[in-house]
C-alpha cells in the first residue's frame, strides 16, 4: 500500500521554468516538490550555452529584479559576456553571457538545497489524477504517491517528443531521455494545438580538433554589468573565455543541397512547425539557396569542458552527411564530432486556454509554463516559471495575483502574447514585439520591477535593496531636475561640456545631460564629480538614460493612449464574419479566438488591415 | 451624426420639381411580406428577388399610382439590407403622397442625406474610399472627376494605398530586422536593407503627394481672371461667354465682386470667374472681394492674368509676388514691344496679345485650346480628389520629411523606431483604419443620397 505525501504546490519538470517555479514558491515557505527525470541535470542547457540576448537579456534582469534566479546562475557561471547592439542606442542594448554548461546545473542544485522546504525528487511521473481540490501524482516509485493543491507543468519538449536525425528516430524529448507521457492521457480536456513544434540543436565539436587560427576571435567584454543585483559591483565570478566566428561557404551549401531527400524537415518525416527565427541550417540552404555564406559562432560549452557549440547550424541529417558539411568549414576542416544535431518534434498546449497567471481556466490549480507552451528560450522558460510559481503561492494565500503589463516589462509583453492569441510556430521574444521599447530596457529594470515586487509581499534582502536603489534613484533624478546651473559655473569648464552654447538665466542638469547625445552616463558623471557626489554605476547609467528617452517615451505615450483607446473598443466579431469583404483565411482566424476587442484583433496573427479598416468602422 | 436602425425611405431620383417619373428607395424592413400588400399584381405569385414587377399601387381598396418595382433581398442589395426600387410618376405630390403612406402604415422613417450610402458603409458594401467615391461620381462635373469617383468606386485607390501600407510594414521590419537580428544577419545587410525600404517607403509616399501636391478643385474646376482695374477682365468674360453678365462699365472698380458663370469646354465644365479688380480699397466690401480674389488664385485651376500696357502696372505686379498664370493676356494690341521684358521673366510661360474691343476670331480658339491641354495634363497625373485623403496623403508627407531626418542623422534606432511609428500611424489613418465617426460626420454631411 502506497503512503501519500503532501505538498501545497508540485512543480514537473526541472527545465529552467520549473527551477524558477519552485524557487519563488520556496521563497513563500510553502511545501513546494519538484519532479524531475533522474537522469537530467536540473536547469542544463541542452542547446545553446548562453543565457540572454536580445530582448531575453531585458527578460533576466526582469526576474533579477522580481527575485528569480536564473541572472544568479549566469553570473555564477557566465565565462563570456557581451552587450548585443551596442552601437544602436540605450534602449536596445542587451545583454549575453555564455555559460558554463556544467556548473550552471550544480549551481541550480545548491540553490534549490538552500531551501528546507523544497524537496527534489528524481523520479519518472506515471500519471497524474485530480481529486476535488488536489492532484494526484504516481511516479515509478512503490512507496509513495504525492498529492498538491497546486500543480506546475514545465515538462518543455517531453510532451510526446520524438527526435529526428537522418531517418533514425525515437521517442523522446531530448537525445539523452526517455519520453514523456502524451498530455491528453495525463488529462484529459487540455487542448493542445493541432499542430506540433519542432526544434533542433546542432552537433558538439571537440574542441582540440578545431583550428581557431582561422577564425575570428570574439572577447569578452568586461564592460559589461553583471545580471544579479547581489554581483553588481563585483568582478566576474569565474575566467572568462572568447567565442570565435566563421562561416559557411558555396561546399557547405552544396553538400546540404544535395542531401535533401535525407533532410527529415524536407522529405516528409517530420511535419511540425519550426522557428522561422531560428531555422536549421537545411532551413537556410533550401529557403535561401543564393546565399552562400551564414554567420556561425564557436562557443565553448563550459572552462574545462571540451566541447564547442557551433552556434547557427542546427541539423537532423544523417551523422554522415553532417560530418561532411561540417569539415567544408574554415576552421572545422579537422572537426571531430561529439554528438550529432537532431530535431525534437512535440506537443504544444494550446495558450489562449491559459489565463495571465498562466492557470488554467477550466481547471483550477493548474499552471503551464515553459517550451510546453510553445515558447522558445531558457529566458521565456524562466519569465513564465516564475510567473506560475509565484501566481501559485499568491492564491494559496488569498493574495492579489502578480500579473505584469505588457507596458512595462518583456514578461508582461510575452504572457499577454501567449494568452491571447494562438501561436503558429514557437515564439520567442523580440524587441518588436513590444509597443514600448524605449521604457523596458536592461538599465532601469530595477525601476520596473519595483512596484510587482511589492505585490510579492516578501521582505527579504533584495527588497531593501530594491526600496535603497529606489531613493538613490529618485534623489538622483530630482537632483538634475532641480539644480539649476549658470553658463559661468565650474561644470562648464570640463572639456564635454565647454562647447555648449551661451544662454542667460540658468538651465537644469537634465537639459545640459540631453544636449550631450552621446555616452550620457560620463556626462552625468562629470556634473556629479564637479558637485562632489558619488553614486553607484547602475543608479548613474539608469538616471543618465532616463533623462536621454524622457521626451520620446512621453510622446509615445501620447501616442499609444490613442491607439490604446481604439484597442479598447468593443468589436463584434460575429458580425465582422457575416461581411462580405474580409477574406476567408482572416475569419477563420477571427471565429478562433473570437476577440472582444479592436485590440485582441489587431493581435491575431495574419489579420489583414483591411480587416482592420472594416472593424474599426463597424 | 448617430443612426438608429429603423426602415427607410427617400426618393431618390431628385425632389423638388415635376418630373415623368421618379425612383422611391426603401431600405431595412424586415421582410418582402410586409409590403406585398400594398402591390395588386395581375399574376400573382412569389416575389423573386431582382425582379421587375409591373403593380397598382393601393392603400387598402383606393389605388394610388400605377408603379414598377423591384426587391433586392439582403444581403444582396446597395445597402446590405433589403431593399425596395419603386418607379412611381414623378409629379412631387403624388411622390410625397407615396412616402408618407409607407411612413404612417409601417413605420418607415425619410433618411438623412447619404444615408442608403451609410448603411452600405456600415455593412461593408463599400469601403470608406469607395463612398468617397460615389460622393465625387454622383457631384462630378466633368470626365475626369467622374472618372476617379469610378476608380474609387472599384476600389483601385484603395489598392494603391494599401500597397503604401505594404511598403511601411517592410521598411518597419526592416527596423525591427536590424534590431533583433544584426547579429544573424550581418551589420552591413541589415543597414542596407533599412534605407533600401525607407527609400522605396519615401517613393511611394512622394508620388502619392504629387497627386495632392496641387489645390485644384477638379470637382468643378475655374477659370480665374485676375488683373488690375481697368484691364478689361469683364470685357473679356463677356466676349467668352458671348452674355452680358457682368455690369461693363470704364469706371475703375466696377465689378465690386467675383462673377462665375459655367462654361462648357471639349464636354467638361468649367466656372469662369471675374474677380474684383484689385486697387487700395476703400469700401469694407471691396477689400472683402479683394481677399476672395486672391483665394480664387490658389484653388483655381486655369489662372488668367489681364494686363493693360497702357496703365502703370508696376504696384499691382508686386502685390501679386510670384503667383504663376496659366496666361498672360495684354488687352491692348499696340505697343506691345517694349512691355514684354517687364513681365515676361515673373509671368507664364505663354502670352497672347488682343485688342479687346475689335474682333479677334482667335481668341476664344487659343484660350480654350490652352484650356483643354492644360485639362488632359492634369487628368494625366491623376490628382487625389477626395478631401480626407488629400489632408490625410499631406499629413504622411511631412510626416515622412520629419522621419527622413530622423533616419539620417540619429543613431539610436529605437529613437528612429519611435518616429517611424508616428509616420505609420499617419499611413493607417489614410487607409481607415481609425475610428471613422467623425470621418463619416465630415462625409454624409456634405453630400446627399446615393447610387
Known amino acids: ?618 | 451624426m448617430v443612426f438608429d436602425d429603423l426602415p427607410i425611405v427617400a426618393c431618390s431620383s431628385g425632389e423638388g420639381s415635376n418630373v415623368a417619373i421618379s425612383l422611391i428607395r426603401f431600405s431595412g424592413f424586415s421582410s418582402m411580406a410586409l409590403l406585398e400588400p400594398f402591390f395588386r399584381r395581375k399574376k400573382t405569385g412569389p416575389i423573386e428577388p431582382r425582379y421587375s414587377y409591373f403593380a397598382e399601387l393601393v392603400h387598402g381598396e383606393e389605388k394610388i399610382d400605377e408603379v414598377l418595382f423591384t426587391f433586392y433581398q439582403a444581403p444582396y442589395s446597395f445597402t446590405g439590407e433589403n431593399l425596395l426600387e419603386l418607379t412611381v410618376h414623378g409629379n412631387h405630390l403624388n411622390v410625397e403622397r407615396i412616402i408618407k403612406l409607407f411612413c404612417d402604415a409601417l413605420g418607415f422613417r425619410p433618411a438623412y442625406g447619404g444615408e442608403f450610402s451609410y448603411r452600405a458603409l456600415k455593412n461593408k458594401k463599400l469601403s470608406l474610399s469607395q463612398v468617397e467615391g460615389l460622393d465625387l461620381f454622383l457631384n462630378a462635373n466633368n470626365l475626369f472627376s467622374l472618372k476617379q469617383g469610378l476608380s474609387l468606386l472599384s476600389g483601385e485607390l484603395q489598392k494603391e494605398f494599401s500597397n503604401l501600407h505594404k511598403n511601411y510594414l517592410s521598411h518597419r521590419a526592416s527596423v525591427e530586422l536590424s534590431i533583433d537580428f544584426s547579429e544573424d544577419m550581418g551589420e552591413r545587410k541589415a543597414q542596407k536593407e533599412l534605407m533600401d525600404s525607407f527609400l522605396l517607403l519615401k517613393s511611394t509616399i512622394f508620388s502619392l503627394f504629387e497627386r495632392v501636391s496641387n489645390e485644384l478643385n477638379m470637382k468643378s474646376p475655374e477659370i480665374v481672371l485676375f488683373g488690375p482695374p481697368n484691364a478689361g477682365k469683364s470685357t473679356f468674360f463677356n466676349k467668352i461667354l458671348k452674355k452680358n453678365r457682368s455690369i461693363v462699365s470704364p469706371e475703375r472698380g466696377t465689378t465690386r465682386d467675383y462673377i462665375s458663370e459655367s462654361i462648357k469646354i471639349e464636354g467638361n465644365h468649367y466656372r469662369m470667374i471675374d474677380t474684383a479688380g484689385i486697387r487700395k480699397a476703400k469700401e469694407g466690401i471691396e477689400k472683402e472681394g479683394i481677399e476672395r480674389s486672391f483665394s480664387f488664385l490658389k484653388t483655381g485651376f486655369f489662372k488668367i492674368l489681364l494686363l493693360n500696357p497702357a496703365e502703370d502696372n508696376q504696384d499691382f505686379l508686386e502685390k501679386i509676388g510670384f503667383e504663376k498664370f496659366d496666361i498672360l493676356l495684354l488687352t491692348h494690341k499696340d505697343q506691345q514691344e517694349e512691355f514684354k521684358d517687364i513681365y515676361n521673366d515673373k509671368l507664364g510661360d505663354w502670352s497672347y496679345r488682343t485688342n479687346l474691343l475689335e474682333e479677334d476670331l482667335n481668341l476664344e480658339k487659343s484660350i480654350k485650346d490652352r484650356i483643354h491641354k492644360k485639362y488632359l495634363k492634369v487628368q494625366m497625373e491623376a490628382p487625389i480628389q477626395v478631401g480626407r485623403q488629400k489632408e490625410s496623403i499631406r499629413e504622411i508627407y511631412r510626416s515622412c520629411l520629419d522621419y527622413e531626418k530622423i533616419i539620417l542623422q540619429e543613431k539610436d534606432i529605437a529613437v528612429i523606431s519611435s518616429e517611424l511609428y508616428l509616420l505609420g500611424g499617419e499611413i493607417e489613418k489614410l487607409l481607415g483604419i481609425v475610428r471613422v465617426d467623425d470621418v463619416l460626420d465630415h462625409l454624409f454631411s456634405n453630400f446627399c443620397i446615393g447610387k
Open chain 1, 1 to 618: 500500500m502506497k503512503k501519500t505525501k503532501d505538498f501545497d504546490i508540485l512543480v514537473i519538470g526541472g527545465g529552467h521554468a520549473g527551477l524558477e517555479a519552485c524557487s519563488i514558491a520556496g521563497e513563500f515557505s510553502l511545501k513546494t516538490a519538484l519532479i524531475t527525470l533522474p537522469s537530467v541535470p536540473i536547469a542544463s542547457a541542452p542547446c545553446n550555452p548562453c543565457i540572454g540576448g536580445v530582448g531575453k537579456g531585458q527578460v533576466v534582469r526582469e526576474l533579477d529584479a522580481l527575485g528569480g534566479v536564473i541572472g544568479k546562475l549566469a553570473d555564477l557561471s557566465g565565462i563570456q559576456y557581451r552587450t548585443l547592439n551596442e552601437s544602436k542606442g540605450y534602449a536596445v542594448h542587451s545583454t549575453r553571457v555564455q555559460i558554463d554548461k556544467k556548473l550552471y546545473p550544480e549551481e541550480a542544485e545548491k540553490h534549490l538545497s538552500h531551501y528546507p522546504n523544497i524537496d527534489v525528487i528524481r523520479e519518472k511521473v506515471i500519471s497524474i489524477e485530480r481529486d476535488e481540490s488536489f492532484f494526484i501524482i504516481k511516479s515509478e516509485n512503490q512507496n509513495w504517491f504525492y498529492r498538491t493543491k497546486k500543480l506546475i507543468l514545465t515538462v518543455g519538449t517531453f510532451l510526446r517528443g520524438k527526435i529526428h536525425r537522418g531517418s533514425e528516430q525515437k521517442e523522446g524529448g531530448r537525445i539523452d531521455t526517455e519520453a514523456s507521457l502524451s498530455i491528453l492521457e495525463l488529462f484529459k480536456g487540455i487542448k493542445v494545438l493541432n499542430h506540433r513544434f519542432k526544434t533542433g540543436t546542432p552537433a558538439r565539436i571537440y574542441r582540440k580538433s578545431v583550428d581557431f587560427s582561422q577564425t575570428k576571435e570574439q572577447k569578452s567584454d568586461p564592460g559589461v554589468l553583471n545580471f544579479h543585483w547581489e554581483f553588481m559591483e563585483k568582478p566576474r565570478a569565474i575566467e572568462q573565455v572568447s567565442c570565435y566566428i566563421t562561416e559557411t561557404n558555396s561546399e557547405t551549401i552544396e553538400i546540404i543541397y544535395a542531401n535533401r531527400d535525407k533532410s527529415p524537415m524536407y522529405n516528409g518525416q517530420i511535419n511540425a512547425v519550426g522557428a522561422r527565427y531560428c531555422p536549421s541550417i537545411e532551413d537556410k540552404v533550401f529557403r535561401y539557396p543564393e546565399k552562400k555564406t551564414h554567420h556561425i559562432f564557436l562557443e565553448p560549452e563550459g572552462l574545462d569542458s571540451d566541447t564547442i557549440y557551433p552556434s547557427g547550424i542546427s541539423s537532423s541529417l544523417p551523422r554522415e552527411i553532417q560530418e561532411n558539411f561540417l569539415k567544408t568549414i574554415k576552421g572545422l576542416e579537422k572537426a571531430e564530432v561529439e554528438s550529432y544535431g537532431y530535431a525534437v518534434e512535440y506537443d504544444v498546449i494550446d495558450t489562449t486556454s491559459l489565463s495571465y497567471t498562466l492557470e488554467h481556466k477550466e481547471i483550477p490549480g493548474l499552471y503551464f509554463a515553459g517550451q510546453v507552451n510553445g515558447t522558445s528560450g531558457y529566458e521565456e522558460a524562466a519569465g513564465q516559471g516564475f510567473i506560475a510559481g509565484a501566481n501559485a503561492a499568491l492564491s494559496l494565500l488569498n493574495k492579489s495575483p502578480l500579473i505584469l503589463s505588457r507596458d512595462d516589462s518583456y514578461i508582461g509583453v510575452m504572457i499577454e502574447d501567449l494568452v491571447t492569441t494562438e501561436r503558429d510556430e514557437p515564439y520567442r521574444l523580440f524587441t518588436a514585439r513590444s509597443e514600448n521599447r524605449l521604457y523596458i530596457r536592461e538599465d532601469n529594470a530595477y525601476e520596473r520591477m519595483f512596484p510587482y515586487r511589492k505585490i510579492l509581499g516578501l521582505n527579504k534582502e533584495i527588497d531593501m535593496f530594491h526600496m535603497e536603489h529606489w531613493k538613490k534613484r529618485r534623489l538622483l533624478m530630482n537632483f538634475c531636475s532641480e539644480m539649476r546651473l549658470a553658463r559661468d559655473h565650474s561644470v562648464f569648464k570640463s572639456k564635454i561640456f565647454q562647447n555648449y552654447p551661451k544662454f542667460d538665466n540658468k538651465i537644469s542638469i537634465k537639459e545640459l545631460i540631453k544636449w550631450v547625445k552621446v555616452d550620457m552616463e560620463f556626462a552625468l558623471k562629470t556634473v556629479l564629480d564637479v558637485f562632489d557626489l558619488s553614486v553607484d554605476w547602475y543608479t548613474l547609467k539608469s538616471v543618465a538614460i532616463s533623462i536621454k528617452y524622457e521626451g520620446y517615451i512621453k510622446r509615445a505615450e501620447l501616442e499609444r493612449s490613442k491607439v490604446k483607446n481604439l484597442d479598447k473598443m468593443l468589436v463584434d466579431w460575429k458580425r465582422l464574419c457575416s461581411s462580405e469583404n474580409i477574406s476567408f483565411e482572416c475569419k477563420q482566424r477571427i471565429r478562433k479566438i473570437k476577440p472582444e476587442t479592436f485590440g485582441q484583433l489587431k493581435r491575431i496573427k495574419g489579420i489583414r488591415p483591411a480587416t482592420l479598416a472594416i472593424a474599426s468602422s463597424i
